[in-house]
T-cell receptor, first 112, second 112 residues
Framework: GAGVSQSPRYKVAKRGQDVALRCDPI?????LFWYQQALGQGPEFLTY????????KSGLPSDRFFAERPEGSVSTLKIQRTQQEDSAVYLC??????????FGQGTRLTVV | SQQGEEDPQALSIQEGENATMNCSYK?????LQWYRQNSGRGLVHLIL?????REKHSGRLRVTLDTSKKSSSLLITASRAADTASYFC????????????FGTGTRLQVTL
């Protein structure tokens, strides 16, 4: 595709609900990243895939967070039993090599 | 956690003036990148400078890198109202499509 696509753009979840956020990277980009951005802060790294392999998940804040990229293209970030502190913008990015990262518009998650 | 700090946290200037933002980081890097983020939008790549480079230009942008001080600066010359955004530096430790670690950002306001 022309760019990184994320869906949904906005998600309101009740506390305790499970959510799934989708990322469609740029075709041919091997690397895919998830970031969490709180209001007024810089993006914080969550996890990284190279093709279908999850090479780094050190940034996932708890075992309620789970990410997958089963076929090496589309990725899903799942958050189980959402809490209010999970409210943030979740950004997905893809990179072809060691150069620039291309970001999606993000999913704004609000947990009420 | 964030890689480093950016200063100032917020900057307000008039159109036509130059804007300088600084970024400090903590660990060795392969390259450093600058991104812009308009309110509610994804991040857009501006410029990349490698660890063996000291200065780089792109249009109205000038980036410097001092690896001995672990710092970088972004200069935007002849600013325009459309430059109003948050600006983030991001470090890449290995340069092999690994994760980017972002700073805390500078919020730039350019007024007419």
């Amino acid at each position: 595709g022309a760019g990184v696509s994320q869906s949904p753009r906005y998600k309101v979840a009740k506390r305790g609900q499970d959510v799934a956020l989708r990322c469609d990277p740029i075709s041919g980009h091997v690397s895919l990243f998830w970031y969490q951005q709180a209001l007024g802060q810089g993006p914080e790294f969550l996890t990284y895939f190279q093709n279908e392999a999850q090479l780094d998940k050190s940034g996932l804040p708890s075992d309620r967070f789970f990410a997958e990229r089963p076929e090496g293209s589309v990725s899903t970030l799942k958050i189980q039993r959402t809490q209010q502190e999970d409210s943030a913008v979740y950004l997905c990015a893809s990179r072809k090599d060691g150069g620039e990262a291309f970001f999606g518009q993000g999913t704004r998650l609000t947990v009420v | 956690s964030q890689q480093g700090e950016e200063d100032p946290q917020a900057l307000s200037i008039q159109e036509g003036e130059n804007a300088t933002m600084n970024c400090s980081y903590k660990t060795s890097i392969n390259n450093l990148q600058w991104y812009r983020q308009n309110s509610g939008r994804g991040l857009v790549h501006l410029i990349l400078i490698r660890s063996n480079e000291r200065e780089k230009h792109s249009g109205r942008l000038r980036v410097t890198l001092d690896t001995s001080k672990k710092s970088s600066s972004l200069l935007i010359t002849a600013s325009r109202a459309a430059d109003t955004a948050s600006y983030f530096c991001a470090t890449d430790a290995s340069g092999t499509a690994s994760k980017l670690t972002f700073g805390t950002g500078t919020r730039l306001q350019v007024t007419l």
